[in-house]
């Protein structure tokens, strides 16, 4: 991630204007400051998301090195995208996360990979989404200029709408700050999202170490995707299936006795 010694001022003054500034950040390859759309109302939530906004910096890096290392796969995987979307099939991020997957595309019988979840609807709706990352990860936002839109919910808040509807799954705002910025607001008083939230300063540092962790995975693929290590995308996503999935089930299980303490 390029740190510039005078970085671009971004315009969030209107929620419109804001997610312009979302799509501006993507053309500049600015996505770590991705983090200054999120709402904090504490240090510790404002650490946390710089720390997430240089993560997704790293996820635009690694789909430029996809771009420049498997352009062949990635001409491969738009055709199967554009021919899914001509049968009707669900291609945007927020369709796939909900979809039910029809098939398994089949592997070559060399290529290995996770066995976790292997050929469960579960891990192939993760593989897609995985795939989607690594094809083009900030594509909703580029689109969000004709599929994006905000009703009022007061003059302070407004409900983020895709195609007219809200956002799964549990529907998202945006909040004007005392200073006139507008941020996302992260949902984390509503049902379900209360409990597991961090509330002191060691559940926020549980959580970034989970970032963290992600963090290194971009890294490790980015660097064996330039090696020459992966072919394919499920390959790729297998990979970072297998790199996260152990780290993030043992950070969890350490967040959840914190929690209980």
Not at 31 to 48: H, P, V, Y
Request: proline content about 5%; overall charge negative.
């Amino acid at each position: 991630v390029l740190i510039r010694e005078k970085p671009y001022s971004y315009d969030l003054s209107t929620p419109e204007r804001a997610f312009a500034s979302a799509r501006l950040m993507i053309e500049r390859g600015d996505a770590d400051r991705l983090g200054d759309l999120i709402e904090a109302t504490n240090e510790d939530e404002r650490r946390l998301y710089r720390q997430l906004g240089i993560t997704l910096g790293r996820l635009q890096d690694l789909a430029v090195t996809v771009r420049e290392e498997m352009p062949e796969e990635l001409a491969r995987y738009q055709k199967d995208l554009a021919d899914a979307a001509a049968r009707g099939e669900p291609v945007s991020f927020f369709e796939r996360i909900g979809a039910r997957r029809r098939g398994e595309r089949q592997r070559p019988p060399d290529q290995g990979g996770a066995e976790m979840f292997r050929g469960s609807p579960v891990r192939g709706r993760i593989n897609d989404v995985l795939q989607g990352m690594l094809a083009d990860p900030y594509a909703w936002i580029e689109s969000s200029e004709e599929r994006l839109s905000f009703a009022e919910m007061d003059e302070d808040m407004v409900a983020l709408l895709w195609d007219g509807q809200m956002i799964p799954p549990l529907g998202w705002v945006m909040r004007r700050q005392s200073d006139g910025r507008w941020q996302i607001v992260i949902p984390l008083d509503a049902p379900g999202i209360r409990d597991a939230a961090p509330q002191n300063e060691g559940e926020f540092l549980i959580w970034g170490s989970l970032i963290a962790s992600l963090d290194n995975v971009l890294v490790e693929l980015d660097d064996e995707i330039r090696a020459g290590r992966h072919s394919t995308f499920e390959s790729v996503s297998d990979s970072m299936f297998e790199k996260v999935a152990i780290p993030a089930v043992m950070i969890m299980y350490a967040y959840g006795q914190a929690v209980e303490a």
